[in-house]
């Protein structure tokens, strides 16, 4: 109380060096809380700050970048194996188990609430399922990757064990720390300044500690849907089963290719031989 006086207007958030970082991962305006009525921008009216700031909402964004990438999945759309018509298939079947399981049940109480959870389930794979109702979910804010990027990240949860994507596996699990980092920053951040000011307004007129307490949302994740893939996880024994060719494609992530080696690679793995150990060669990239 003694010096807080002197320290108005400035505030953190005039950080150039936070918005930059915020803005290359992928937050948008639409996802960010109003600050005293005006845009985040108008905090930074020097013009090389300004320029800073525009160039990084130019430049396509980590989230942009690794949406595109998803996009690219293998196995996606493949004309031997559709994750998309494979995975709808099971989770029908998946839903139907918990069907049978909740009708067999012989308290009514119980079988009452299981069968509420079964609707709750198929409401909630629905989601991913069909195409357009995740489309309403992106404008509503709920979720932000495309259709088909969702499906690509959800493969590459399923079939993690696979070598080609355990290394995609990896950058999804580390795209999830970003934010679970960021955001616990910001709350460590929330928790000083109510231990230290209460509920009083921020030295930049902001509202304090109650603008700062919806920065820890969801919606300032990045990659909420990484997150939210849990979801949409099923039994091992209802994930559709790869085929042969797709096999292949997933255990190698480069081969040097020779005359018909992919036929005697592909003829090895139908006779469920073992595969060459050399063929697994680091991807120079």
Known sequence: MEFRSYLSPASGFQSLQFRLIENKLGLTDKSRVVYNQTSYKNAFPVPNEQKELINSL?????????????????GLD??????????KQSVAQYIKFLQNN??????????????????????????????????????????????????????IMLYREQPRFQ??????????DVDALITKWRYNHLILVQRQIGNKQGTGGSAGYSYLRS????????????????????????????TNEMKVRLSIAKVEKTANEDDDLLTKLKANDSIPADIFQPTKS
Request: charged share 30%; glycine share 4%.
């Open 58 to 74: 130019e430049e396509p964004t980590l989230f942009t970048l690794i949406e595109r990438w998803l996009e690219r999945t293998p």
């Open 215 to 242: 920065t820890c949302s969801d919606r300032y994740k990045i990659f909420i849907d990484l997150f939210n893939l849990a979801s949409f996880l099923i039994p091992r024994e209802f994930i559709p089963k790869l």
């Open 102 to 155: 909740a009708e067999s049940e012989p308290n009514p109480t119980a079988r009452q609430a299981a069968l509420e959870d079964v609707k709750k389930n198929a409401d909630t794979f629905r989601s991913i399922i069909d195409e357009k109702f995740h489309q309403q979910l992106v404008v509503r804010g709920e979720r932000r990757m495309s259709h088909r990027a969702f499906h690509g990240a959800l493969m």
């Open 167 to 176: 290394g995609p596996y990896q950058v999804l699990s580390l795209l999830m």
């Open 78 to 87: 493949d004309p031997d194996f559709s994750f998309y018509e494979g995975y």
